[in-house]
Each structure stands twice: as structure tokens, then as C-alpha cells.
């Protein structure tokens, strides 16, 4: 479980997250969105101890992250948005790398080359891999955590479609299994009907909850969060 | 659930280190130059060769080693920075993970520090002077690549890292002697030349440079005979060098740890 108590964050004079209550539960997919600049990265990064709250707590299966960082750790898996990696090591040598730090063993890696359809490049450098692969080897990383709270920025972006149906099937499976799954995205219409709840952030509030069968009908419908700008994938 | 014991962890980064720097340029930028300039005790000019293989290899540690282990340390810094946002999300506190990097930079400069003596030891044949030289060479290496790990750890941007290393570089080269040639006749370091002669031990590259040359080859010094810290510093060259070094490694160890430490938004 993720339960987040009154956080809050400014960057300059411009507050992007204000007094945010939010409670993430186990069993479950659920779907963050929300326009550009509404705090979803910001709350993520917070999360997963990238970034410190001005104010108030992220607590991770009751582990506060600010204040034990290593042990929140431990019990969390978190994808960035656009993942990059040292340009000089191969996939297998990263994979290797995150296994040990996880305390898994050369089969999990080569299970989550397997899973992820990275094993035919395990030589390739991370540098010559491209966007679709090398956010294929961050999920591979991503998947090698033994852990029951799984965290993804943007998961779907440099994947083609028949990777994100798999994402979202193994997302699916992992949060049948008990896991708490918590994505942040602008493809929302993608997941419907993938997920179990779906939570709006506007200026850096919780402003709304849509109906997770649906989102295709409610993004359109919703013009302050959900138009779409530069950077959202056109429709 | 696990958290990794920091053995692991700084197993784990400096076997990536290795791995990383297999495919590094400057890696082999700074192996070719050692090897080079190794070869260069061979040819020297006579003027040159009649000082011995020391004499050279300290110009060569100067003016070109110092400078490639500080590029090489800064870019083992700088290829991590854009994994950083996954890593800093695994349980690894920050000190196990420099101190693995720190380790890798290490275990890579020291023992290539010996390309430096090796033509002239095959050559000449193995002397305790070039042992000394090389692990000198070695230290000095192993620092100013430590330096370059702090010093990325601090300055992200790639530019700005290149031009601090350089600036940082020549500050260490040249400034603490153009410094102290600039006060030499003040009043005061006249009545106090402990004041004046504690800025050279502290720098690595002078420490490096007196060691070599007062107390590895003996040159003809009247400092010798000086009295107070000069003459303490003269005849315990080694231990003191060994100890500024070392205390640059600690230094340089903690400013990386606490570099690596901040977050992208601090």
C-alpha cells in the first residue's frame, strides 16, 4: 500500500503539489493522470525518495521514504519516464548489475530477458539499443525486484502496441497477485477496462475519480486535464 | 524484501566499474599514455636520461598523468548520471555505491601507474627507486581520478565538468606555486615560513614533486638543512606523501558520496 498524508511541493514560487491526500491500494491497478504540469511525475518522484516533500508523508507498506530511504527500497520496484543507462554496459551486464543489488540469481535475469524479449540483444550496449528496447530492458530491471508495490512513469510511451498489451496484462496478473500498482500516464484510453481505478490530478490536488470502463469516453469529455499538448501522443 | 549488505553492494559497482571502463576512451587514453610516456624513459635525451628514469617520470606524472586520471575519473562519473534515476530508487545507500566506484577508479590506476617504470626497470634492471617512483606515480594517479569522481558528482553538465577539471588541474599545477612565489617576500611569510611552506605539502602534486626530487633522488637542496617543517617534510618525504594521498582519497571520497547524494531537484 502507498498512503500519501498532505504532501506538498513548490519549485520556486510555483507550488505543484498542495496538501495532496492520497491512499494506493493493494490488489490493484490504479491509473494517475492528469494535463501536463498537474504534478504526476513530481508525486511519483516523491514517491520512490527521488524528490523530498516540502510537507507531509509517503509512506510505502508503512515505511516512511524520506526517513528510511534504503528500507522503503526494498520494498518498492519503480520505472522512470524514458529510462537511460550507463552507455558502456551491455543489457546482460545491467541486468546482472540490478539482479545482485535485488538478491536474484542468473535465472531471474534470464527469466526477465525472457519476459521482456531482451535476450536476443544481452550484448548489445545500452547505447546502441533503441528507445523500444532499452524501455523493454528498464522493465526487465523493473521486473527483477522481488517486491509487492510497483511504481511506472509513463510506462507505455516508447512501446509498440503489442509490448504495452503485454505491460498491461503483467501488470494485471502482478496486481491479481496482491501487488499495489500505481501508473502515472497521458495514454489513459489504452487502459480501459485494464484498471481498476483511476485518480485526476489537477493542480497538484486530487480533483476527480473516472469510471476505470470509462476512460476513452471521460478523456474527451474532460477538457481542463485532458487536452492533449505537445507532448501528449496524438489520438 | 531484501536489502543488500554493502559488501554486495560495493561488489556489485565495482565489478560494473571494470566493465564500464572496458568500453571508456579515456581509459585507454590514459593506458596509451602510460605506456608512452613509459617507453619515453627509454629515449630520452641524454640531458634527460643522465637525471634517470625518476626525473622523467615525475615531468610525465605532472603534466600528463594527473590530468588523464581526473578526465577519467570524471567521465566514470558522468556515464552514470542519466541511470541515476533508477538507481537512487534500489535499496544502495549512496556511500556503498561510491565507495565501489572509488575502488574500481582505484584498482584501475594504481596497478597501471607501473606501465610507467616498467621499459626502464626491463631495461636497467629492478631498482627500489622506481618501485617508489611508480607507487608514488600510482597514488597520485589514483587521487586525481578520485578527484574527477567528486568533482562529476557535483558538476552534471559535461562542459562545465570538462572545463572545472581543467581549471581544478591547473590550480593544483600552478596556482599554489604562483601563490606562494607572490608572497615569498611579504614580512609576514618571511616571519613565518612554516605558513608559507604548508600549502606545497598539502598539494598532492607538489608533495608528489618534493618527495621525487628531495628525497627519491636527493637533489642538492640547502632546505635540507633548514630546520623546522622543511627539514621534518625532507626526511620523511614518503610517510608524509603517503599520508597527504591519502587523506586527498578520503576527501575526494566524501565530496563524491556526498555529490551522488543529492537529488536531481536539490
Known amino acids: ?57 509517503v509512506r510505502i507498506r508503512e515505511v ?8 522503503a527500497a526494498a520494498r518498492f520496484s519503480f520505472l522512470p519516464q524514458a529510462p537511460r543507462f550507463n552507455p558502456r554496459l551491455t543489457s546482460r551486464q545491467i541486468l546482472a548489475f540490478y539482479a545482485r543489488l535485488r538478491g536474484r540469481t542468473l ?73 499495489t500498482v500505481l501508473v502515472a500516464t497521458h495514454l489513459l484510453g489504452e487502459w480501459e477496462g485494464r484498471v481498476d481505478r483511476c485518480v485526476v490530478l489537477e493542480r497538484g490536488r486530487v480533483s476527480a475519480e473516472l469510471s ?12 481542463h486535464w485532458a487536452s492533449p499538448s505537445e507532448d501528449v501522443p496524438s489520438r | 524484501m531484501s536489502i543488500p549488505a554493502a559488501s554486495t553492494v560495493v561488489a556489485a559497482t565495482l565489478q560494473r566499474e571494470w566493465l564500464s571502463q572496458r568500453l ?51 567521465s566514470s562519473s558522468h556515464a552514470e548520471l542519466d541511470e541515476m534515476s533508477l538507481l537512487q530508487t534500489h535499496p544502495v545507500s549512496n556511500r556503498s555505491w561510491t565507495t565501489g566506484k572509488a575502488l574500481g577508479l582505484l584498482l584501475i590506476t ?27 606515480a600510482g597514488g597520485v594517479s589514483g ?28 590550480g593544483l599545477l600552478v596556482g599554489t606555486d604562483l601563490l ?12 613565518h615560513p612554516r605558513v608559507w611552506v604548508l600549502p606545497l605539502m598539502l598539494n598532492p602534486l607538489d608533495a608528489f614533486r618534493i618527495t621525487v626530487l628531495f628525497t627519491v633522488e636527493h637533489a642538492a637542496f640547502t632546505g635540507l638543512q633548514a630546520g623546522g617543517l622543511t627539514e621534518w617534510w625532507l626526511h620523511h618525504g614518503g610517510v608524509w606523501l603517503t599520508s597527504c594521498l591519502a587523506a586527498w582519497a578520503i576527501l575526494a571520497w566524501l565530496i563524491a558520496t556526498a555529490g551522488t547524494a543529492r537529488r536531481p531537484d536539490a
Open chain 2, 24 to 74: 571508456n576512451r579515456f581509459f585507454y587514453w590514459h593506458v596509451g599514455l602510460l605506456v608512452i610516456c613509459g617507453l619515453s624513459t627509454l629515449i630520452a635525451p641524454p640531458e634527460a636520461a643522465a637525471r634517470g628514469a625518476a626525473w622523467w617520470i615525475l615531468q610525465v606524472v605532472l603534466f600528463a598523468i594527473s590530468m588523464s586520471s581526473l578526465l577519467l575519473g570524471l
Open chain 2, 110 to 136: 594504481f596497478p597501471t601507474a607501473l606501465l610507467l617504470v616498467l621499459p626502464a626497470a626491463l631495461s636497467q634492471g629492478p631498482a627500489w627507486l622506481l618501485v617508489g617512483v611508480a607507487a608514488a
Open chain 1, 64 to 71: 516512511d521514504v524520506s526517513r528510511n530511504f534504503v528500507e
Open chain 1, 107 to 179: 535465472d531471474a535475469v534470464e527469466e526477465a530477458e525472457d519476459l521482456w524479449g531482451v535476450g536476443d540483444h544481452r550484448d548489445v550496449t545500452s547505447a546502441r539499443l533503441s528507445g523500444g528496447l532499452r524501455q523493454r530492458l528498464a522493465l526487465a530491471v523493473f521486473s527483477l525486484a522481488p517486491v509487492s508495490v510497483l511504481v511506472l512513469d509513463e510506462p507505455g510511451l516508447s512501446l509498440d502496441p503489442e509490448w504495452r498489451e503485454r505491460l498491461q496484462q503483467y501488470l494485471s496478473q502482478r496486481a491479481k497477485e496482491g501487488a
Open chain 2, 180 to 191: 606562494l612565489l607572490l608572497t615569498a617576500g611579504s614580512e609576514f611569510v618571511q616571519s
Open chain 2, 143 to 170: 587521487v586525481f581520478s578520485l578527484l574527477g569522481l567528486a568533482l562529476g558528482a557535483w558538476i552534471r553538465d559535461p562542459v562545465r565538468g570538462l572545463i572545472s577539471a581543467v581549471a581544478l588541474w591547473l
Open chain 1, 212 to 223: 476505470p470502463d470509462r476512460l476513452r469516453a471521460e478523456f474527451s469529455r474532460e477538457p
Open chain 1, 1 to 57: 500500500m502507498i498512503v500519501a498524508e498532505n504532501v506538498s511541493k513548490r519549485f520556486g514560487t510555483r507550488s505543484v503539489l498542495e496538501h495532496l491526500d492520497l491512499q494506493i491500494s493493494p490488489g490493484a491497478v490504479t491509473l494517475l493522470v492528469g494535463a501536463n504540469g498537474a504534478g504526476k511525475t513530481t508525486f511519483l518522484r516523491i514517491a520512490v525518495g527521488l524528490a523530498r516533500p516540502d510537507e507531509g508523508t
